[in-house]
């Protein structure tokens, strides 16, 4: 059972660099989300998606994308990477809706020098 | 806003203890408050609550919501050095498809 996979584990950027962080589920899951962790602060939601071609934002959108084209996919855009996107992120899953137990990847620690 | 407080942010105590870990949260349209122990890596789940006053139970593990007083407590008996982690807690809603989680209470067992 592989569940939520996220690629790649450690990755280190320049500012205004751009990159997708990838997350994949395998247990046919309608809703995805991705959080950031910072200390101190928890995990916050940048984006969630509902289902194949349905994506809303969470509380910390900004400077980053999604899209939801399959229903095992959603992958995370940064779009001109900043220092304060240096941060761990981890995709999540559940069967159809937040309220319900999510499943979370192992997380990608990004650095943004 | 919705938010969702845990205290304490951290507590050491000694193995065989038991420890109350608490959360507080103000969320509109509350549908569930989830537990989840995160050690080095991914949160995994611990429990889901949506009814005041139902005890669940796991091994060790036990939590319970109060919905009046919105609040939820989990409580730990006889910790082990294995139950250190940062514990989070969420309150989910029925209107928005979001979690708010809370940002955790660290949890070290000692020898």
């Known amino acids: 059972n592989a569940g939520v996979t996220q690629t790649p584990k450690f990755q280190v950027l320049k500012t205004g660099q751009s990159m997708t962080l990838q997350c994949a589920q395998d247990m046919n899951h309608e809703y995805m989300s991705w959080y950031r962790q910072d200390p101190g602060m928890g995990l916050r939601l940048i984006h969630y998606?509902?289902?194949?071609?349905?994506?809303d934002q969470g509380e910390v959108p900004n400077g980053y994308n999604v899209s939801r084209s399959t229903t095992e996919d959603f992958p995370l855009r940064l779009l001109s990477a900043a220092p304060s996107q240096t941060s761990v992120y981890f995709c999540?899953?559940?069967?159809?809706?937040?309220?319900?137990?999510?499943?979370f990847g192992d997380g990608t620690r990004l650095s943004i020098l | 806003e919705d938010k969702v407080v845990q205290s304490p942010l951290s507590l050491v105590v000694h193995e065989g203890d038991t420890v109350t870990l608490n959360c507080s949260y103000e969320?509109?349209?509350?549908?569930?408050l989830l537990w989840y122990k995160q050690e080095k890596k991914a949160p995994t789940f611990l429990f889901m609550l949506t009814s005041s006053g139902i005890e669940k139970k796991s091994g060790r593990l036990s939590s319970i919501l109060d919905k009046k007083e919105l609040f939820s407590i989990l409580n730990i008996t006889a910790t082990q050095t294995g139950d250190s982690a940062v514990y989070l807690c969420?309150?989910?809603?029925?209107?928005?498809?979001?979690?708010?989680f809370g940002t955790g209470t660290r949890l070290q067992v000692t020898l």
């Open positions: 969320v509109t349209n509350f549908r569930s």
């Open positions: 998606s509902v289902g194949a071609g349905i994506t």
């Open positions: 969420a309150a989910g809603t029925g209107t928005a498809s979001k979690l708010t």
């Open positions: 999540a899953s559940s069967y159809t809706q937040a309220s319900q137990p999510q499943h």
